[in-house]
């Protein structure tokens, strides 16, 4: 194992670690190990590409080891640097390398995490433009409280940008509310739509001062346009997900688990990956996606928890794909309202339930509703409640 550390140097030097590396005897059939504290970036990729092992170590795990060097809590990148060369080398077996996973799986794996932050953004500018019009703007909000997506709709978005303020809305007429739900894309009912709409602009709310209520409209249009960035991302980075993921030949074992859609199935799989050799046991999947539970045991105290270290992404779309199994699956239904009743919360239950699922997954085999759930099958009594 290589220990040299160079002293005094700044940024990236890619090439100089590679001559390192080669200076130290590395080669195709023997290739060194790299201890890093990131799995991303041109570097990893291009260790990875090499057959090499190389291990992403946590940055709070390397400081752990850091206090073996010094107790004065000193810090440099040398010292670092010199820290991560050595855990390769003491502790090799206690450091997972990252996934040999293919070229298609990382490419999923993009678009995928990029999609899943965009709506992230999306919910976050959704949130901050509804805690807005609720200060000036409460038409809008009452006109569409009822309407599945609420200020996500196309007819919803296409008002505020025609009347950014209450004053502006009050006076639309029905000609130009039906122009604008016509762009918007509805198709069905405009005019009763529109009449509706009318009748709750032109009710009697509140209001702020006007020179106040257009400053809170120019306000709203900034948040919406970051709303519109963030929807038109969300849908373009969906399209690109699904597209990669069908190409995949597990993506039909992925989607036919129940309530898992091609979008959640490639959100899932980029965070697992195809690497058959990187979840040993299905338990050990499952404390990386956060479902398998925490023991802490000392003398006579024992107690379980539920697991607060995980890849926060898997767990995420985890509970989506457990919720969306209760109505998809008779089996998935009985096992929650089993766990429900023996005590467990909705969260609990249907972290169990994802729990129950990944263990099917782990098999790599098209899903089997009577293999995963036998005892609701075996017992009709159970399964008819």
Known sequence: MM????????????????????DAGDNAEDAIPVAVETSRGLLVACLRTTGRKVLAINPMA????????????????????????????????????????????????????AQQDAVWDRTCAHNKLRSLLREYYPALLE????????????????LLAAAPTPRAAAQLTTTQLTTLLHRAGRQRGIDTEATRIQAVLRGEYLHQLPLVEDAFG?????LLRALDTASTN???????????????????????????????GARMYAEIGDDRSRFT??????????SAPVTRASGKSRTVSHRRVKNQRLASVGYLCAFAALTA????????????TTGDRHTAAQRNLFNRLL???????????????????NNPTTAAA
């Open 62 to 113: 390397v400081s752990r080891y850091r206090d073996r060097h010094s107790v004065a809590r000193k810090k440099s990148d040398a010292g670092d640097a010199l820290v991560l060369a050595n855990i390769p080398r003491t502790d090799m077996a206690a450091h997972r390398p990252l996934p040999a996973d293919s070229g298609l799986a990382q490419a999923i794996a993009v678009p995928a995490r």
């Open 234 to 264: 969300a849908e373009e980075l969906a399209a690109a997900t699904i597209d990669h993921f069908g190409k995949h030949p597990d993506a039909e074992i992925i989607t036919s688990m129940p309530g898992r859609g091609s979008l959640t």
């Open 329 to 340: 699956s008779p089996g998935a239904r009985a096992h929650y309202d089993r766990r429900k």
């Open 218 to 222: 120019r306000q709203a249009l900034a």
């Open 359 to 377: 263990s099917c997954l782990h098999t790599q085999q098209h899903y089997n509703e009577h293999a995963t759930f036998p005892t609701t099958h």
């Open 3 to 22: 220990s040299s550390v160079i002293r005094g140097l700044h940024g990236n030097h890619d090439k100089l670690l590679l001559a390192l590396l080669a």
């Open 281 to 290: 046991t299905a338990r050990a999947l499952k404390a990386y996606a956060g």
């Open 143 to 158: 006109t569409f409280t009822d309407e599945r997506g609420g200020l996500l709709r196309p007819e919803a978005r296409a």
